[in-house]
């Protein structure tokens, strides 16, 4: 029996033009920010993965694990953060700030659900070598640069992980107990606060402890820096304050203060954080789950090269497989196509190529009509497949050097002389194409 792996999944063309669609305006911002592409290795040694400078404890019972011909733990990669600080460790004379991006597969044997498969794409851009938060700034104003040209509204939630730290410190929890705190709060909108009390009390956090924490819970929405300056007096408190309020002098400057959402609680699952964190959330509630997320990691890079020297880093990872579950949703019922131009020979096979050629040379995208069939079959599948225009390339066309063209969203035919063909940039259908269609 033919089927996929549970988690997988095969893209029709349908599907696969909205998929390239997202890969193109994500390529384009990462290009215009001056990011540079790389690309990294999928089967990764399993003790790089496993590192504890890695992605800790929780993203290992996910890895995809296996063993090469000569007996050595290999692993899938989970995400391209791992192999990207494989790469600057293993190439130190590499010229900082180094600012990559890298579109490709990573894979995680964890639960499956809307929007989250297995087999999954990650669309990633990281900068080491810069401390001050203009990076993160940039990557925000870059979040809404891409969603605005895929007409998506979205916001960014955002914290730094030396509040929540501090925040746990300042509360009373063991040291011993703060790792597993800071799980479990990044989790309030996931599973709600009695989800999280639960967590905290297998984890024997004491009842005084938790009440402390929930005081600040039940107001999260509410509260801002400067609540917690006055709450908590602890080194990891002040220094996760300022960071914030550095970030947002720069969100100010570039008019998108109003566009994030201050959560004092988000932590993001992996370990390897170390300041700022973000997630990215369409704003109408439409998809639950993050659609894409990253955060400050300044401790990985120095701790794989192991040279007493601290590399700042900082990354964000789009995902693909949720932006498409959100586009496909919305796009339902619109007719898509690749093609902005059917030719249709009737027995003028070599005069049609060359029309196509013409226009193909014009920057259109133009099929020539293999199968042959009556002109009424061929005018439904153009139509039912979203194909803007038809032309026609007949014997009388050949002879009077015209073609015929019909505009299949408004019915209207129009002959054109040849010679004209591929010269109709921002016309009406009555005088030839408008420019070829833009997805």
Known sequence: MLKNVRGSKDYLPEEQMIRNRIKSVLEDAFQRYAFMPLETTTICYLDLLSSKYAGGAEIMKEVYKLNDQGGRELGLRYDLTVPFAKIVGMNPNLQMPFKRYEIGKVYRDGPVKKGRLREFYQCDVDVVGVSSMIAEAEYMS?????????????????????????????????????????????????????????????????????????????????????????????????????????????????????????????ARGLDIYTGTVFEIFISDGSMRSSIGAGGRYDKIIGAFLDNGKEYPAVGISFGLDVIYTVLLERQKGMKQSLIDVLVVPMGTESYSLKVANKLRE??????????????????????????????????????????????????????????????????????????????
């Open 142 to 266: 870059m979040v809404f640069d891409v969603f605005e040209k895929l007409e998506l509204d979205v916001y960014v939630s955002y914290n730094n992980r030396k509040l929540l730290y501090g925040i746990l410190v300042g509360v009373g929890a063991e040291q011993d107990q703060i790792n597993d705190g800071i799980l479990a709060l990044d989790k309030v909108e996931k599973i709600g606060k009695d989800g999280v009390r639960k967590e905290l009390i297998a984890k024997e956090f004491s009842e005084e402890v938790i009440g402390r924490l929930f005081e600040i819970v039940d107001q999260k929405d509410s509260i801002d820096l400067e609540f917690f300056r006055t709450k908590f007096d602890n080194d990891f408190v002040k220094e996760g304050i300022a960071e914030l309020e550095e970030l947002n002098g720069f969100l100010e400057t570039l008019g998108i203060k109003d566009k994030v959402r201050l959560n004092p609680f988000l």
């Open 362 to 439: 014009s920057g259109y995208k133009v099929e020539v009509n293999l199968g042959g069939g009556k002109l009424k079959k061929i005018f439904n599948r153009a139509d039912k497949n979203g194909v803007p225009y038809v032309i026609v390339v007949g014997e009388n066309e050949v002879e009077k050097g015209e073609v015929s063209i019909k505009d299949m969203r408004t019915g209207e035919s129009e002959t054109v002389a040849v010679n004209d063909i591929g010269g109709f940039e921002g016309k009406s259908v009555s005088n030839g194409f408008q420019q070829p269609v833009s997805r």
